[in-house]
């Protein structure tokens, strides 16, 4: 019942762009903050972006700042990843993550999506 789906991954040129969208469904959208995570062949799952759960703070990797942009939209329990000027070095499974926003002290609900290919190539 509990779904992330993901869709707008695939083959772009170096400098080009793509915008990738997490649905959510399921769960209370809303009191999650919202992540996209990717792993590249060979490499270690990375956090790239995250988004509070009212879209008003945002943190970055480094390697991306400038270049993504998250964003969500409440009403429609939508998480998007903006990507401009991308590199080969972006190349990489792309996963929408949700994780509970908590006071009290219990593990959090966290729920992945699928995963999406991004390929940066000429």
């Known amino acids: 019942q509990v779904q992330l789906v993901e869709s707008g991954g695939g083959l772009v040129q170096p400098g080009g762009s793509l915008r990738l969208s997490c649905a959510a469904s399921?769960?209370?959208?809303?009191?999650?903050?919202m992540n996209w995570y990717r792993q590249a062949l060979g490499k270690e799952r990375e956090l790239v972006a995250r988004?509070?759960?009212?879209?008003?703070?945002?943190k970055y990797a480094d390697s991306v700042k400038g270049r993504f942009t998250i964003s969500r939209d409440n009403a429609k329990n939508t998480v998007y990843l903006q990507m401009n000027s991308l590199k080969p070095e972006d190349t990489a499974v792309y996963f929408c993550?949700?994780?509970?926003?908590?006071?009290?002290?219990?593990?959090?609900?966290?729920?992945w999506g699928q995963g999406t290919q991004v390929t940066v190539s000429s």
């Open positions: 993550n949700a994780k509970e926003s908590l006071m009290a002290m219990r593990d959090p609900y966290i729920y």
């Open positions: 988004i509070g759960v009212s879209g008003d703070t945002t």
């Open positions: 399921g769960f209370a959208f809303n009191i999650y903050v």
